[in-house]
């Protein structure tokens, strides 16, 4: 699956919005053990695919050493490709696949 592969199921997503300590990590928690929801940080999600030493990984590095945002096609696309994972074990889960 490529980084940018447009994905064609629909899915209900919830934002999480705050500073730094404002206790989103807290709150995602509880959204998913009360309500079974999927937790992604576009946060954590950047610093997995830093430690990747890619070439996503060196613009990724390039853009916060230069105190930049990274851009929002990157995010997303991380985003979308996680989810996508994702999605795929679910449904691989559920007709008994692993």
Do not use: W
Request: charged share 30%; with cysteine; net charge positive.
């Amino acid at each position: 699956m490529s980084l940018f592969h447009l994905d064609t199921r629909t899915y209900e997503v919830v934002f999480v919005l705050g500073g730094p300590g404002a206790g989103k990590g807290t709150q995602c928690s509880l959204l998913v053990e009360r309500y079974g929801l999927i937790h992604l940080s576009a946060g954590d999600l950047l610093r997995e695919e830093r430690k990747r030493g890619t070439e996503l990984a060196s613009m990724i590095n390039t853009y916060i050493k230069e105190g930049k945002i990274v851009p929002a096609e990157v995010t997303v696309g991380l985003l979308r490709y996680e989810e996508g994972g994702r999605a795929d074990r679910r449904e691989g889960e559920r007709e008994g696949r692993k």
